[in-house]
């Protein structure tokens, strides 16, 4: 009983209303989350929708957390599709997040197209939140990305999650807004170099930092910096002909290591 109220207590201080940022792609978590400005990666549904629009096939991934914090009832994970159209490329992604007590679980719709080099893209999120005893609430969420070349080897995005600021429950609790603003830059070929600003509603900016280095073409390390909580990351890619195995290791400073894995298949 002790060790649910624990959890209770720490899903309304990390979470506060429910539903908040994960990047749940082990890359852009070993990255700290600096991937705004990232381009052809079926992630990008989750930190920019733009960047799906750089996707010419048919691309299919999966991610897990196992024990977020070293606690099997934070335990998340979720399924990412893309596919390009004659005009654009569309996604879809499910994901859920939590346990029997708690439980959260997103459905997300997405759509990203090119335009004179600039990249737009949008996702409809399906909420649904179920406690235990409590119920259950539904909600419906609009997020908006743009990426834009600012050189032949600098991109900037931008990207606002939540913009029609939802609500949730009978309380009409608003789910969290949020706004990121980052620079990837590609010094080499085999190095990306992500900074982005992000804002989330009731907690201070953080400054998130990324680096990629692909050693050789079937092996990557990635290493990252986040403040306001300061965090540290870190991971690994291998790529195998059409497959991409990516891990992840996060250091929470008062709650503890993460591990997080994702599959790609493209």
């Known amino acids: 009983m002790a060790k649910y109220l624990f959890l209770t207590i720490l899903f309304i201080e990390i979470c506060r209303c429910g539903f908040e ?22 992630w990008s549904l989750y930190t920019n929708p733009a960047g799906i629009s750089g996707c010419n096939n048919l691309k299919i991934g999966s991610a897990y ?13 979720g399924i990412v599709a893309v596919s390009p159209i004659s005009f654009g490329v569309v996604g ?16 997300t719709f997405s759509y990203g197209m090119t335009v004179s ?21 539904v ?18 995005g931008l990207f606002i999650r939540n913009l029609n600021s939802p609500t949730i429950g009978i309380s009409k609790n608003k789910l969290p807004q949020s706004f990121s603003i980052g620079i ?7 190095v990306q170099i992500g900074i982005d600003f992000y804002k989330e509603t009731l907690f201070e900016p953080s400054l998130r930092t990324g680096v990629e280095y692909w050693l050789i073409d079937a092996l990557a390390i990635r ?11 870190g991971g690994i890619g291998i790529k195998v002909s059409t497959i991409r195995f990516d891990y992840a290791l996060t250091k929470h400073p008062d709650l503890g290591w993460s591990h997080s894995f994702s599959l790609t298949i493209f």
């Open 21 to 42: 940022r994960n990047e749940t792609g082990a890359r852009a978590i070993a990255m700290g989350g600096a991937t705004t400005a990232n381009f052809d990666t079926i």
């Open 65 to 77: 957390t196992p024990q977020q914090f070293g606690l099997s009832e934070l335990a998340s994970g």
């Open 92 to 107: 879809g992604a499910v994901r859920y997040y939590g346990f029997k007590k708690y439980n959260e679980f997103t459905a």
């Open 117 to 137: 080099a600039i990249a737009f893209g949008v996702n409809l999120n399906y909420y649904h939140l179920s406690i235990e005893q409590y119920g259950s609430a």
């Open 139 to 156: 909600a419906l969420g609009i997020d908006a990305g743009i990426l834009a070349p600012l050189s032949e080897k600098l991109l900037t």
């Open 184 to 190: 990837g830059y590609l010094p080499f070929n085999s």
């Open 223 to 233: 290493a990252g910096i986040t403040d306001n909580p300061d965090q540290y990351s």
